[in-house]
């Protein structure tokens, strides 16, 4: 690698997105500084956990871990031990929730239950960041660019990229009020649960249900349940397991979503427990069993509904992640895309750095990248509508195209 003198990408956003490129940078050698606006590690701003679907995106890793990173994979998986005790994940049921009929299932083969929280502590390992750097403005010019942070520092590079989430302030500075997210009549109810040690092993090892995670969709509500595992430290303690339940629905009553978004954690247990006997198991045991004290967050679904270029000002500057395709959870692709565009985003400055046009690489990058975006983030909306209610879902993307990469025959299917 020949090397451009003087080159560093400063990285905005230190969440899986912006991690992955830094260690791919870093890898690469190439000069770079992250930044995330959260003020530490552990702060409640990055206290929430949940697991997310992993799958073609872990093609990715190689090309931006290192080997002592690469090696430790295995231990994003919200239950490590399964696959040594059990062998390998049986396919994933969806059912319709009120009558346990299974409506299809989601092939597992190269389908893992990842951790948040513990892909982020991983992605962490030997990387300097900087916290509590909220961004205020960005200044472009001819062979630089200027981040300017709410603590009135300033950091300068040669490239920037945005990895700062689906509300990414590196978007809106770029284009304004066309970055702004559309709300939709669909509840979030995202929590993290744990049950006493007879419950836990209930839910997780009785044969009928799934052992890693269970999807269903109830008619009636317009609701979509799962329960799945978030984190199984130790596997002869069930008492310590930590599950995740989480509830998408659909505001099928005006002013439910406003009703759900202002109740107390209380308020949200009591409603969940109301409406539990109208599922069947796992998911109404799950959800009359939440201890009493348990926090329940609860937030509006929202997507970047029509996404439209932005000026990367000569290459200067662009976005990945959720910052550049801020899509809804339902068919499990985020991650994966995200992934997807950490990887793309650091071959692109190699090429760079080995002295390639930055305007011309990274022009391709977003145009790839913006067209990437705009058709998973179209097939999400879909997946949201369908799987909300049992007589869609077999019309609709998950059924249809399952979790994997979508080409173009099976957009066309699906659509």
Request: aromatic share 8%; with cysteine; proline share 5%.
């Amino acid at each position: 690698m020949n090397g451009q003198s003087g080159m560093k990408v400063l990285i905005i956003g230190a969440g899986t997105t912006g991690l992955l490129i830094a260690q791919g940078l870093k890898k690469s050698g190439i000069a770079f500084e992250i930044y995330e606006r959260a003020p530490s590690a552990n702060s409640s701003q990055r206290a929430r956990d949940w697991s997310m679907a992993l799958h073609w995106g872990s093609n990715n890793f190689e090309s931006c871990l290192p080997e002592e990173v690469l090696s430790k994979i295995g231990a994003l998986q919200c239950d490590e031990h399964y696959q040594d005790l059990h062998g390998p994940m049986p396919d994933v049921p969806y059912v319709d929730g009120a009558t346990g009929e299974v409506l299809m299932h989601i092939p597992s083969n190269g389908l893992r239950r990842a951790s948040r929280r513990k892909m982020r502590n991983l992605f962490t390992t030997g990387l300097d960041i900087h916290w509590g750097m909220k961004v205020t403005s960005i200044d472009v010019a001819e062979t630089s660019v200027t981040v300017t942070f709410e603590d009135g520092t300033t950091a300068t590079g040669t490239h920037l990229v945005g990895a700062d989430g689906a509300r990414s302030i590196v978007r809106t500075t770029l284009l304004g009020d066309k970055a702004v997210l559309t709300p939709l009549p669909y509840t979030l109810v995202n929590f993290k649960v744990s049950y006493t040690a007879e419950q836990a092993r209930y839910l997780k090892e009785t044969p009928k249900f799934h052992p890693i995670m269970n999807f269903s969709t109830h008619h009636e509500h317009k609701s979509l349940c799962m329960l799945a595992n978030l984190d199984i430290a130790d596997k002869d303690r069930p008492e310590t397991w930590v599950f995740q339940l989480f509830y998408s629905v659909y505001e099928d009553e005006p002013g439910q979503q406003a009703m759900l978004l202002g109740m107390t954690d209380a308020e949200r247990i009591a409603w969940m427990k109301s409406r539990a006997h109208m599922w069947v198991d796992p998911y109404k045991s799950a959800t009359e069993w939440i201890p009493e004290g348990t926090a329940i967050p609860a937030d509006v679904c929202m997507l970047w509904k029509d996404p439209v270029p932005w000026d990367n000002h000569k290459g200067r500057i662009t976005l990945a992640g959720d910052a550049a395709h801020a899509m809804t959870p339902h068919r499990g692709q985020g991650l994966n895309n995200a992934i997807q565009d950490a990887a793309n985003y650091v071959a692109v400055i190699r090429k760079i750095n080995d002295g390639a046009d930055a305007a011309a690489e990274v022009a391709a990058y977003d145009e790839e990248v913006l067209e990437r975006g705009k058709r998973e983030i179209g097939i999400s909306y879909v997946s949201t509508v369908s799987t909300h209610d049992v007589i869609k879902f077999k019309d609709g993307p998950l059924y249809k195209m399952g979790i994997k990469r979508p080409d173009a025959e099976v957009v066309a299917a699906a659509a």
